[in-house]
Each structure stands twice: as C-alpha cells, then as structure tokens.
DNA sequence: TTGTAAGCGTTATCAG
DNA sequence: CTGATAACGCTTACAA
C-alpha cells in the first residue's frame, strides 16, 4: 500500500461525484444539491483531507499571504505593530509572511524582491526607515508598488499603489517641546536615533519650537545615537560626553522611549532632580516609559489605530475598493512624572 | 496587446530553446551549454522574468516555509526569538510564516492547523505556552508532527518528530533562589506569570531550593499574575495586596523581567533599600533588567544560542539527517544592582 | 445540479 | 546537451 496524501480525486471517488463538484463544496460556491454535499463532506471528513494550498494557489494566483517588512522584530515598537498587523491580518483570511531587514537599504531591497518573487498579495512596510529622505533610495518601493500594494506605516510617500499612515510626528515634537519651553526650561536637546524621513520630521518639530519661542538651536543640541537600540548605557554615556564636553542641558525630548529612558538614567546620576530640575519627554509612550523611575512623559503615536487603518486599506484596495491614500492621526502627550505641567 | 505576466514559455521562445532548458539553467542545474546559458539568461534578464513561486510550489511540494508559532510577537522575549529566527532561517532559504496565537488551547490548534494547511515545511512552537502540564492538552502538537517536524523553543515533550531546547528552568530557579537564601534573606515570594510545563518547572525550582535550604514555603509565598504583560502597575499592586493581607517578604525571585521589574517599585515604594534590605531576580535578563533602576539581576536563558541550535537542528531534519531530540542549557545569572552577592 | 476538460507555470522523466 | 511530455492538485468556464 502506497504512501499517498489524499487529493480532491480521492474525495470524488469516494463521494462518487465529479471533482468540479467537490471544488464547489470547498469553496462552498454555487448550487449544490444538499445530498451530494453531505457525501463530499462525509468523504472530506473521514479521510482528513485538506485542499492544496500550492496547486490552489497556482489556480487562483494567490495564497493569501500579505508580506511585512520590519527592520527589527524585536524593536518594542515594531514588534506591537507586528502583533497587530497579523491578528488583524488573519481575521481577514490572510496570512503574514514576515521579512526583518535591518537597517540596510540593500537588504531592504532584497527582502522586497524575495517577498514579489513568494507572490505576496500586499506588502507592508513597517517603520519609519523604509522610506529615506534621499528620493532616489525610496525607488525600490516604487518598483513594489507595481505589482502590489504597498502600506507604509509611519512614513510618507506618494505613489499609484502607495498607502499610508502616520502620526503627525512634526507636530507632537512641536507641541512637546513648546511644552517643555513653557515649564521654563530653555536648554533642550534633541536625542535621535533615526535618519529617516521621519526623524527629520522629528527634529524639525523640535526646531520649529524653539525658533518659535525665540530660542537658538546649536548643532551640538541635537545628538544623534546610532548604536544598538537596547543599550541604555550606551545612550546615556552618549549624553554624558556632551555633558563633559561643555554642552549643559536641563531638558531632553527624545525621538524614542529608550533613549528617553537613558536620559532619566543620566540626569538621576548627575544628581538633578526630575522633574524640578530637568524634564525628559519620550516617544512611542511604549511599556518602557513606565518601566523607568520616575515614569516618563512620552507620545502616544496611536499605533494600534495606524495598523488597523493600514490593514483595513489593505483589504479594500485587495478588493478592488478605493481607498485613501493617506491617513494622519494626532499624536497624543501621556504626562507622566518627568515633566511638570 | 494583452497584460500577460511572463512564463518559462516567453522565455523559452525568446530563447529559443525548450522550457526544459529554461528550468535547467533556473536551477542552474546538470550540464547545459554555456552558450544555450548565455541566451536564456539573456532572455530572463530582458524580460525580468521571475518564476512563479506557486507553480513551483506545487511542482516541489514545497514553498520553503517555517511556520513560527507564538502567543504574542510583542513579548519582548518572544520578539526576540521572533527576530533570531526569522533571520536564520532565511540565512538558509526559508521563509517565516508568522502566527501570533494568543495563550488560549484552541486559538493554539486553529494556528497549527492553519499552518498545515499552508503545507509549511516545519513549525517552531516559541514559548513554553505551547506545552501543557496536562498531557492531554499537547495532543495537537503529535498531531502536528506527524505532518512536519516541530521545534519547541523552551518546552520539553518527546515525540518522534519533535525536537526541543531550552534552558534548565528549574537549575536556574533553584540557584537563583538559593543564592538569595545565602545572601541572609528567608522571606521570599515567588512571583510568577505562567501555569505551562516550564512555569511549574520554576516553581518546582524555588520550591526545592526553599526546602533544601530548611525553608518551609507557604501557599501565599507563591503569587501568581495573570494580567497584561506590560501592566506594571498591575504586577506591583498584586505585590502590594499580598502585603497588606499580612504577608511580609524581603525577597522576590521573578518568572519574568517586568514581574522583576514591578517587584522593584513594590519594594522602592515601600520604603526597602534594595539590595540591602530587599533582593530582587529575574529572568530572561532582557532590555528590563537595565530599564530598571536599581538594574536587576536577572538569569540569562541564552534565547540567541537556543535559536541558533533549534534552527539548525530543523535544517538537519529537513534535509534528512537524523537530529539530537533535545539540547537543554543551563542559564546563567547576571548580576547587577537588585542582589548583594 | 453536475460533469468534462482546459488551464495555471513549474519540475522531472524520458528519449534522442 | 536538449526537447517532448507527463505529472503536480486545484479552479472554472462550458456543456449537459
């Protein structure tokens, strides 16, 4: 006796009907007669059969499979976008087929082209990175979205098949930093990790406030760290050298919550009393900012809500709906106890 | 002029050659002119032809997936293990198909089954969720192993086709509690998050060390959360009711960071000097270890290398060779600011 | 309501 | 070294 996984032939010998009429109870199309249904469904259950997804896939040129690129699925941040892409995903019957690239814009491109070529229905693009503020390097996503949709979460582009969402990331830094100012402090620095559109948008936020309210901005008040994204000491010895270096700050706004969380780090050490003396403000309000004592004012960027518009434009535009090209939702400040008002 | 997506068959006509050729140097399979090479390459490159993934699929039953199981991608442990096997695996041609399962029994199965049904080519259950105390309850994963080989990351069950690696959970809960004990302190709580396989193992851990050591453990010494895994304030306030219901500790050994974590602001909150007058472990020694302040002690579980070896072991199998069933590790406590020794 | 048969785009087995 | 051709297992007109 021959090892052979049963397929829709078997299932037509066995209900003695044809195996269009099978196909029809799989997908529970059409007209069929509730008797031959019944066969075919006795004839499904007591071999356990199950459909081919490969030669359904070749039938209908698609196996549901939505693609998700995240530089790095163990982001904090990356890592709830993706919980909730694929819940979100799956309750429409798709599955995720999940690409972490790094930083890289080669490798960016790789796992695009890897995804086309796996015949994914729909691409999403998960985090600010992907799309640069050089034109040129967002080309591949162009290339993308010509065979499929292409959804970018919190980030900005303009194409045919181009979706996204976003929160105003210039306003939040904005307002947070106007916020800052009004408490008083005047000597803030930008802490950035992200030379990505959207970090530029951050950091202009922040400029923007402080020309607005009269103050100067030297270069050495926007620093920039670029290591590991888990090392708090790294972070805070990174604002520890400014500090030897003679730049004195009270107040820090941070692009991320981790470094907002090395910069409580660095002002309890330095002795400064939080909030009285110096005010730290987050972004992402994600679990760490309550994890740090004190507990951090931080930006609520409305996640959740971002991913569930994203997949739900997905599913439209999968369908044949039009759909809006872009939807930008209001960052929201959480205070916390590392700012005064 | 008709949109047609191009074939083997476009290629094989511009090459003029059969399609079997094409296949040929697709494959760059046994021999084939260099010339005849040359032309279809040139042919493939013209066109930006791609072979249908689906088609081939069939062909080779096989796409070259991994089905990665876990209850939730944004469990910062999860996420990393997400994040080491995503990337191995595509280190060695093999795409992730994500499940993010939730810790319900019949979610778990719905996601298996949604796997096979995917004719994924393996599965990686990531958690020790997956496996019950309750043998009954781990019926699905034999199920699943009939059908492809099954990777379970820090679980333990044996099975033909179910390979395992973990840390040894119960050694490392055991050390851990005696090193506390030795430091002075009788008092402990254990305070733990998870009723799988592994979370009695740890148990069973502190247990016995509590008993070696002449300890007598109540019922109450071993508190249980089972709220969100990010609730802080939850975990803290559970510590908190124990307390007030007259339950006095100077120590807590946590299943979890973040139950580490909550343990920590119990006991700043309380007035304790840490480490002096309050020891605090826990484990998986991750990014929350060094968010807190004082910076935890925590039992490294050496995810990374678990990861490594379970992929490995999956290629191995994958490609027939016969594979060791189960690799255990012993963690490894990293000392930092909650513990005096 | 049901069956027949033509794809879908590869890979793989034979011959040549 | 190359070409026919038969699978692979399903969907879907088109007939009946």
Same mark, same amino acid.
């Given at each position: ?103 890289? %814009?080669?490798?960016?491109? *790789? =796992? ?12 999403? !693009? $998960?985090? +600010? ?109 990174? %604002?520890?050298?400014?500090? *030897? =270096? ?12 981790? !470094? $907002?969380? +090395? ?79």
């Amino acid at each position: 006796m021959k090892e052979h996984t049963v397929t829709i032939y078997d299932i037509s010998e066995k209900a003695g009907v044809s195996i269009a009429t099978v196909s029809r109870v799989l997908n529970n199309s059409s007209n069929v007669s509730d008797v031959t249904k019944a066969k075919v469904l006795n004839a499904i259950k007591a071999t356990g059969y199950t459909p081919n997804a490969f030669a359904r896939g070749l039938g209908l040129n698609t196996m549901k499979t939505i693609g998700i690129l995240c530089a790095d699925s163990s982001d904090l941040y990356l890592a709830k976008a993706i919980y909730f892409f694929e819940e979100q995903l799956r309750e429409n019957g798709y599955d995720s087929l999940l690409c972490c690239t790094g930083y890289a %814009l080669k490798d960016k491109k *790789a =796992a695009v082209n890897l995804l086309i070529s796996k015949k994914v229905d729909g691409m999403i !693009l $998960a985090g +600010s990175h992907f799309v640069y503020p050089d034109a040129g390097d967002n080309n591949y996503i162009f290339e993308a979205s010509e065979k499929v949709p292409v959804m970018l979460l919190n980030a900005e582009l303009e194409g045919s098949n181009i979706y996204c969402a976003c929160t105003d990331d210039h306003k939040s830094i904005y307002k947070a930093t106007s916020e800052m100012i009004a408490s008083g402090i005047k000597d803030i620095v930008y802490f950035n990790n992200a030379r990505s559109y959207s970090g530029s948008l951050k950091e202009r936020g922040f400029k923007d406030a402080m020309k607005d309210a009269g103050l100067e901005v030297t270069e050495r008040q926007l620093q920039f760290y670029d290591g590991s994204g888990e090392d708090i000491h790294e972070m805070a010895s990174r %604002l520890e050298k400014a500090a *030897a =270096a003679g730049l004195s700050f009270r107040g820090v706004i941070a692009a991320d919550d981790a !470094l $907002a969380l +090395s910069a409580v780090k660095y002002a309890k050490k330095k002795g400064y009393r939080i909030p009285e003396d110096f005010e730290v403000i987050g972004y992402n309000d994600s679990m760490l900012a309550v994890c740090s004592d004190p507990e951090i004012t931080s930006i609520d960027n409305k996640l959740e809500e971002l991913c569930q518009k994203l997949t739900t434009t997905l599913m439209g535009v999968l369908s044949g709906e039009e759909m809006p090209k872009k939807t930008i939702l209001s960052g929201e400040l959480v205070r916390r106890q590392t700012t005064r008002n």
